[in-house]
């Protein structure tokens, strides 16, 4: 480059980090070996993985984490219809996300150019806004806009298409104007009116419930949600990743009564959660028929999706609790739900009972273990700062149960769309903000055999990079039902085992922790209770990347309830 010349892919890289991105992952390959390299030279961490579903999975759990939207880095055509999984997902999780995508040469587009692809009109689909900036001197707002687009109002994913011919072209660097950093969004408030009649409504409840949904993990409004419920003594009950935001062992988390609370609360504070599958949209006879929901969200739209709100409180959760906690404070007398209620009776019962049921099952050591065994010495030997990554059907829907979550945003899971195979993304993207934010935590990825399976291959990423995630994996021989010996030995004598093993069997006893090995990290394969505490103990003391093998007994289920969450048959009907 001669003295103010400047090329496409470092104007671009150039913009994304005078807007505050500090994380690229992606996978290079024609048209952006030069971007990747630019990024790096600006000063962007670039984290090369080994699939684009993978990247694109981890630098949504970064935005997550960090309210800044990370880059994901694609190839044209086939990697970015790699990358648009994580699009979808980050969308249905309402997390920023950056996907940028080399694209083949414009002049080529219509005539059959290597992976040509209607790129822009693809990623639509699956983002807020996605666009090819017009010139080289236009990407610095078409960064600022993504940056913008993907974090404000409910965040998403953003899509920016950059055209081989434009990577490496060329202009005057006095031409280009770069954006200032895009602020944080802006606070919004709910209207004080609204506000009044809130907590008219929760202060005559007989049966109020606070649910702490993933949008209030996002605010991270767990300051102002502290003192709500510690001030007010009311019951409250986490989504899957918005476990944490409040400790699961504070004395009003009413998790382990979820069914019992969700069908009696006549009141229901609704805190940055939809009504969708995940709480069985809002509706009998999961929810009581009479049920009145306070609903707070950042999103307009969202308001009266599938239950009319009694009250809509539009705005950041934050910002709202806290005008409800000085709504609250104003009132001469003070609200304190009662510990002695009906209510809080009807609570403690079954949560001790629920507690009971759990505990024989965990007491059950015989080999091979059952879910509840082994998660029970899991959860004994993790620290409690530790980042828990927690997907499969079984492994998921028991681990939400099973392993505590004491920290806010320290949960990853399948989300709101179910997809199995986020878990060693999001577990590479948590290790490595760790390891630049906070050195001293560490990532447990507890994972079912199958959703290991999806993106396995980033332990090779994990041990290059020196990244000391521990991979817990929950091994039933398959998915969701799993398969014995001498039934999948039965299906070979019996003939084609493509038409005798069943869909759900994976091969019995694989030994994945050889994988990890075989990459210079650390395997443990686990039959019994003792064998899991050893190599947990060993695992944390080193500083590798390491994969525990838990072989689980195939015949294991979850223990039976009337009605659950679970993610392993789709259903919001229980099971
Ligand atoms: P969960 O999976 O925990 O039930 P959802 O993903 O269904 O949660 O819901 C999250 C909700 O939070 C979305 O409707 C989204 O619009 C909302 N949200 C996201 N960020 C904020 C915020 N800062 N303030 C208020 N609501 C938010």
Redesign the pocket.
Known sequence: LSGDDIDGATILVRALKQQGVEYMFGIVGVPVIEVGMAAQAEGIKFVSMRNEQAASYAASAIGYLTRKPAVCLVVSGPGLVHALAGMANAME??WPLIVVGGSCDASQEAMGGFQAYPQVEAARQYSKFSARPSSLENIPYYVEKAVRESTYG??GACYIDISGDMVGAKAKESSVRFMPACPSPPLTYADPSKIIEAIDLITQAEKPLLII???AS??QAEGPLATLVDSTGLPFLP????KGLLPDTHPQCVAAARSRALQEADVIVLL???L?W??HFGAPPRFHPEAKIIQ????ME?MGNNVAPAVALV????AVVSQINEELQKRKNVFKFSLQSAWWKTLSKKLEANQLNVQEMCNDKTVPLNYYAAYAEVQRAIPQDCMIVNEGSNTMDIGRTMLPNILPRQRLDA??FGTMGVGLGFALAAAIYYRDHMPKRRVVCVEGDSAFGFSGMEIETMARYRLPVIIVVFNNNGISMGIQDEMWNMAEENGDLLLNAPPTSLQPNTRYEKMMEAFGGEGYFCRTAEEIRNSLKAALQSNKPTVINIMINPMAQRKTQEYALSYSDGSSTGD
Do not use: F, S, W
């Not at 707070?296 to 999103?299: E, F, G, S, T, Y």
């Open positions: 999780n309402c409910r965040p949904g993933k949008g996002y605010a989504t899957p990743m918005g940055g959660a939809r969708n995940m709480l707070v969200d950042i999103k969202e705005g950041d959760i934050k989300g709101t």
